[in-house]
């Protein structure tokens, strides 16, 4: 039996089905997951919990279509359900209505091609990341990250593209003060804000 | 296009969410404007930059067994 006519039904052509489409994307889900939950045990039962919910439905998957997609939306769903309660504190502010906010000029001006980021470790981006709005968070990591589609993010995250697109418009900016601003701090780059 | 209708297509260009004829457009007045060119370039250097120090984590083996043990008895 040839891939394109495997069937996600059961027994060994769903073990191999499951683990050629799905289990490949472990790394992605992971990384999601970090961001979503702040720390690894969380993001570690989360994505568990991911993979086990995906092959239980497996037979609902279309074999060769968007199998990151939807590994990537029965996630998002989980944590909604059970984790962001305990995780993280719900949003309470309506994020697409924050304001944009740019980058301060005269930090960026000292150092306009942000020639800075080379010296800025992992970890502090990915603390930077972590302090973002959720609904920002989440669109910044599937986007710049993980390299969804405007298109696959909006299904994902159940909102239209124009909202992906100016959360990621949003979400980029704020990282990007938080990091000129980090820069600031650790003296790499000198500001006149004192 | 002028530069303002090019910045307005900032993200969607280094996205590639673009059709062919408005990423061309924008490309064209990159080409013959180098400021914008240059804000361009800075931008796309800092989603790359994010995606670099993003991009390393992995999924911890201890985990992958985990899965492996629960979804299939191993």
Redesign the interface.
Known sequence: MNASSEQAGSGDGK?AS?EREA?VH??A???VA??LTGN?SDA?DL??ET??KA?RSWDQYQLGTNAKGWLLTILRNSFINEYRRRARHPETVDVDTIEPFAVLSEEQEAD???RF?DQ???EE??RA?DGLPEAFREA??L???E?L??QDIAGILEVPVGTV?SR??RA?QM??AKLYQYAVEMGYIKGNAG | MNCREAVEHL??YL?R?LTPEVESKVREHLKACPPCG?HFD?EQ???K???A????????PE??R??LR???GE
């Open positions: 073990r499951f289990l472990l790394d889900l992971y990384r970090l961001r690894g570690d994505v568990q993979m086990l092959y306009p091609h942000g980021f800025i470790v992992d981006v990915q990341i910044l990591v986007s710049d990250v390299g589609s405007y697109k990621l418009f980029r990282l990007k | 993200y969607e996205d969410e240059e800075t250097a800092f989603l930059f994010v995606e120090r993003c991009r390393s984590r992995c999924a911890p985990l992958k985990r899965i629960e979804l299939f």
